[in-house]
């Protein structure tokens, strides 16, 4: 019994001293971070939307949404329908928002880690995903895009851009190591190449060497960073992308935001 508890203890101090995701924070963007930029303009859009418009909950998860102008007059009626299914141990939750002109905008999250707890219709509608914890997939499917978080290998897939980008993060007790693997269409192998290795060098003062590299070969920490921000403009161009594009399904347009 003894021997059991001194085996515990020391599983217990080894692990507390282990790199976790803590020396990646705020420097090293994650899938989340890089899927919040994407859905920004969406999220914003889909909220503003409902804000401004009379939902009625018409039950079996169908939704009419009348939305209006400054002066409170209905300008466009619009339909959601949220649909939820369990495939093959995953939770599926599919939305459709169905326009006047018969033009749909469809998109899915599929919850394959332990968190199966449905998502509330209200983040569904304006898909707002940051709460889900486990991991999951999300894809638009007009958009040809996918976000999937399965915590070691991280995809971001733009179908219609012809991009698709992997992170890569490993954990060992005193090191960890992230990759940002891009690439583009019609070119088998990466055409970038970053990763940052943090090793722990003192387990007291919790002190850590970051080492950059591209392809292998170790870098500044100033083009590690002037890469990754010009990676991070495929982001940011989707979000404008996204928004021009559920203007011509006859989407209205916002003050603000398209």
Do not use: C
């Amino acid at each position: 019994m003894k021997a059991l508890i001194l085996l515990f203890s020391v599983i217990i101090s080894v692990n507390s001293f282990a790199v976790d995701d803590s020396v990646f924070a705020e420097k090293y963007p994650g899938m989340r971070d890089y899927q919040n930029t994407s859905l920004q303009g969406l999220n914003l859009y889909f909220f503003t939307l409902l804000s401004k418009s009379v939902v009625f909950n018409t039950g079996n998860g169908n939704y009419q949404i009348q939305f209006q102008n400054d002066s409170g007059e209905t300008v466009l009626t619009l339909n959601a329908r949220i649909t939820r299914k369990v495939i093959n141990g995953d939770l599926q939750e599919y939305v459709q928002y169905i326009l006047p002109n018969a033009s749909t905008f469809d998109y899915y999250l599929k919850k394959t880690g332990l968190d199966q707890a449905p998502s509330s219709d209200e983040d569904l509608l304006i898909m707002n995903f940051k709460n889900v914890q486990s991991n999951y997939e999300v894809a638009i499917i007009p958009l040809m895009t996918k976000f999937e978080k399965t915590g070691i290998k991280d995809y971001l897939s733009f179908g219609f851009l012809g991009i698709t980008i992997s992170i890569q993060t490993i954990y060992r007790e005193l090191e960890a190591t992230r990759s940002y693997i891009y690439f583009y269409k019609g070119m088998p192998n990466p055409q970038s190449y970053l990763t940052v290795q943090v090793i722990e060098e003192s387990e007291s003062a919790k002190t850590f060497n970051y080492i950059h590299s591209s392809k292998g070969a170790e870098i500044s920490p100033k083009y590690f960073f002037q890469g990754l921000q010009e990676g991070s403009s495929i982001f940011k161009e989707f979000s404008q992308i996204s928004l021009g594009f559920i203007k011509s399904l006859g989407f209205p347009s916002l003050k603000g935001i398209n």
